[in-house]
């Protein structure tokens, strides 16, 4: 499929990359964006050779800043029971995509740039990224980015971003601090780090590392009891079960042993 306001690529090692490319407006997504994160999202689920995703941008000023005002979304008809979330064209886990994703982020994270990082797995980004919701500095409700987030940072660092809108930034060492990322790279390593990670994940056996995605994933919905029962029943359909495959696990523990190196 021809994508314009995305790039996507396979590689040989099992890593599929999408980089947002709508820099001249910011990486802003409008309608023809939703659509094809959708279709990527689809194929990215469908290909049983990619095993882990890499979300990113082309280099310019920003990762994402949100909805484009200046465009027509169709998913915001004039009723609003009918309204729907650009989360779930943007999302991966809306779109029922268990790999691991594994989410870049440069320069400005605002807005609907959430909807990408909130259902990413692992979070890295460069020195210079700032996130931040400007949706109360335009007299808007801050309500699906912040609740979407909200199980990834602590509930005061959430309401300060929501009600500081564009007066405040989330500099790279506050995000690391209040665990929305996990590591900063340093400018222009960026994607290469990204991809390495994505490329380790991708070379472990799929169906393990997409049960470890989606067992953890549906835990935020169950009370702590219910979530480890759940997280059993992953366990017995996930893991291998014949004897051949009990013995290439055996195989593989030899080669890497559960170890402090």
Same mark, same amino acid.
């Given at each position: 499929?021809?994508?314009?306001?995305?790039? @996507?690529?396979?590689?040989? /090692?099992?890593?599929?990359? !999408? &980089? *947002?490319?709508?820099?001249?407006?910011?990486?802003?997504?409008?309608?023809?964006m939703l659509d094809e994160m959708r279709a990527a999202w689809?194929?990215?689920r469908q290909d049983n050779e990619i095993?882990?995703?890499?979300?990113?941008?082309?280099?310019?000023?920003? @990762?994402?800043?949100?909805? /484009?005002?200046?465009?027509? !979304? &169709? *998913?915001?008809?004039?009723?609003?029971?009918?309204?729907?979330?650009?989360?779930?064209?943007?999302?991966?886990?809306?779109?029922?995509?268990?790999?691991?994703v594994i989410?870049?982020?440069?320069?400005?994270c605002a807005g609907g740039g959430f909807y990408v990082i909130n259902q990413a797995d692992i979070i890295?980004?460069?020195?210079?990224?700032?996130?931040?919701?400007?949706?109360i500095s335009f007299g808007l409700v801050a309500a699906c980015e912040p609740v979407g987030?909200?199980?990834?940072?602590?509930?005061?660092?959430?309401?300060?971003m929501s009600l500081m809108g564009n007066a405040e930034r989330i500099g790279a060492h506050t995000a690391l601090r209040i665990h929305l990322?996990?590591?900063?790279?340093?400018?222009?390593?960026?994607?290469?780090?990204?991809?390495?990670?994505?490329?380790?994940?991708?070379?472990?056996?799929?169906?393990?590392?997409?049960?470890?995605?989606?067992v953890m994933w549906e835990s935020l919905d169950l009370p702590y009891s219910a979530a480890v029962r759940n997280s059993y029943l992953y366990a017995?359909?996930?893991n291998p079960g014949t004897a051949a495959d009990r013995a290439a696990v055996r195989a593989a523990t030899k080669k890497e042993p559960y170890v402090v190196r």
């Open positions: 499929m021809n994508f314009e306001t995305i790039i @996507f690529d396979k590689s040989d /090692d099992g890593v599929a990359t !999408i &980089s *947002l490319n709508r820099p001249e407006r910011l990486n802003a997504f409008n309608q023809q689809s194929i990215v095993g882990a995703v890499v979300v990113q941008a082309v280099p310019g000023r920003a @990762f994402c800043t949100g909805v /484009d005002v200046a465009t027509e !979304i &169709s *998913l915001f008809p004039d009723d609003p029971f009918r309204e729907r979330s650009p989360a779930e064209a943007f999302g991966a886990k809306t779109n029922l995509v268990w790999k691991p989410a870049a982020v440069h320069g400005l890295i980004c460069s020195e210079d990224a700032q996130f931040f919701d400007p949706h987030v909200s199980r990834r940072i602590p509930y005061g660092e959430i309401l300060r990322v996990s590591e900063i790279v340093e400018n222009g390593k960026l994607a290469a780090r990204a991809r390495e990670i994505a490329a380790l994940i991708a070379s472990r056996r799929s169906s393990a590392a997409q049960g470890a995605v989606r017995q359909v996930g």
